[in-house]
């Protein structure tokens, strides 16, 4: 969630706990910039490893290594993501310690994250039991356990309920057997699983962890920004307990409290143009390039259109890759020349607000037949934060993962189009879902003020606690 969002919930009582912690004297609170994309597994990338550049072009993406689609909600493709930043960058900030509930496991041992999951899953094989821990954790896992059948017996029939409103107010039949698993299994049993868990190591001594809450999320996804406000009490209550039970520590560790991304409201595009982004993108009907495209690529002359069957589109939310070849990252030109009817059809769409390309060393916008330049406001649509837009054109070409065509929906006051169907959506360009927040200890105040992607944290967090138990100095 972004900074707005905890400013209302602390302006009407929804986190009543954590607008205490930001004016507490221990404590400060720093506004910060997401980086580019701002989404979670790019973020953790760069909080884990210090990677400014890991190349993870957002939730999911299209592998031409491979041939397959990359998902950070599968374990196995989070566990191969994060071998790879491993070799680049070494064990992780988290080495020794343990993480929860996150998709990287930065580096921790045991099997709380979705990367994690893999090898639990692949084995199979058991957490180690440790005797010293078996009374301390029984009691945990019981008292878990009542919790979560508590929680399931008396939240269910509210879900039930929820449901049939929102596919009455959207129109859109369906018990979206999705969110009710999400809820049942992400929102109840791990979130309880991964709180218990928590003040398990805070009382065994556990040197650092990492608790990653996303009920907010989870239901802003699917049911967007404002039914996600619901879920803000019960975050709170989480934060109350984890932060009063380390401060309750024989040797209190500190807390920081992060966050990795916003949330802007959003409207389906399937739902506006009855047809998936593919389908559009699939059609037969094209324009002439407009005079812009072809001034800006050096007057290249498209070729007669072709059948491209290695085209694949993964969309992603409010943004979307368009992979035009599997041999390689393609070049505007090489996209003008061979590609005209897909640039075409991408830029005559109402729903797509900005379509990037690579070119040469750096990127271009354009926003429908007009360049983008994020030198100029003028230029630049009027949702679209400019720092955002100046940051992923610098860090486009960085990215080979990325499509060959990267396209953010449009926006609609303060909502945007999303490809996927989905009422609120991150990864683009907007302040909303850059402009994010860190709850710190007071005497860090100027580390805090410097960061500007989760690659910023790293260098922080290891200077101040060192590198890792066991690690190498």
Not at 187 to 213: H, K, P, T, W
Not at 313 to 339: C, F, K, M, T, W
Request: hydrophobic share 40%.
């Amino acid at each position: 969630m972004g900074g707005s969002t905890l400013d209302r919930a602390i302006a009407d009582g929804s986190m009543p706990f954590l607008a205490r912690l930001v004016v507490h004297p221990k404590f400060r609170r720093t506004e910060a910039f997401s980086g580019m994309p701002s989404t979670t597994t790019a973020f953790q990338a760069g909080l884990f490893y210090g990677l400014r550049h890991p190349d993870i072009p957002g939730f999911c993406w299209y592998d031409r290594r491979t041939g397959q689609k990359r998902m950070m909600g599968t374990p196995r493709d989070a566990m191969e993501v994060e071998a790879e930043l491993a070799a680049r960058a070494g064990p992780g900030l988290f080495h020794r310690g343990t993480t929860y509930l996150s998709i990287l496991r930065g580096g921790a041992r045991n099997y709380g994250s979705t990367a994690g999951l893999w090898p639990l899953i692949s084995g199979p094989r058991l957490p180690p039991l440790i005797p010293a821990d078996f009374v301390g954790g029984t009691w945990v896992h019981l008292w878990t356990a009542v919790r979560v059948f508590l929680r399931l017996v008396t939240e269910i029939p509210l879900l039930l309920g929820d449901i049939l409103r929102f596919c009455t107010w959207t129109r859109w039949p369906g018990l979206d057997p999705n969110y009710i698993l999400n809820q049942a299994v992400v929102a109840n049993l791990l979130q309880e699983m991964g709180r218990s868990q928590v003040l398990f190591d805070l009382v065994r001594g556990v040197e650092r962890m990492f608790y990653c809450i996303h009920d907010y999320d989870e239901v802003a996804h699917r049911r967007g920004p404002e039914w996600a406000r619901r879920t803000l009490g019960k975050i709170d209550r989480r934060l109350e307990y984890v932060v009063s039970v380390a401060a309750a520590a024989p040797d209190p560790p500190d807390v920081w409290i992060i966050t990795d991304h916003g949330q802007i409201p959003a409207i389906p595009f399937e739902g506006i143009f009855g047809c998936t982004l593919a389908e559009w993108l699939e059609r037969t009907d094209v324009e002439a390039l407009p005079e812009t495209v072809l001034e800006a690529v050096g007057r290249m002359r498209p070729r007669p259109r072709r059948e491209n069957g290695d085209m694949v589109v993964v969309d992603s939310g409010n943004y979307a890759h368009v992979y035009l070849s599997r041999e390689g990252p393609l070049d505007a030109r090489q996209i003008v020349r061979d590609h005209a009817h897909v640039l075409s059809r991408v830029l005559a769409c109402p729903g797509i607000g900005l379509a990037v390309m690579r070119l040469d060393d750096s990127a271009i916008a354009f926003a429908g037949g007009r360049r983008v330049d994020p030198d100029d406001p003028r230029t630049i649509p009027a949702c679209a934060e400019r720092r955002a837009l100046r940051v992923f054109l610098e860090d486009l070409p960085k990215t080979p993962s990325a499509g060959d065509i990267v396209l953010f929906g449009s926006w609609v006051e303060d909502a945007c189009v999303a490809f996927t169907r989905e009422y609120a959506s991150h990864g683009g360009l907007s302040s909303e879902e850059t402009s994010i927040f860190l709850v710190h200890p007071a005497g860090m105040a100027r580390e805090a003020s410097a960061v500007s992607h989760g690659a910023d944290l790293h260098p922080i967090l290891s200077e101040l606690y060192g590198p890792g138990p066991d690690d190498p100095a």
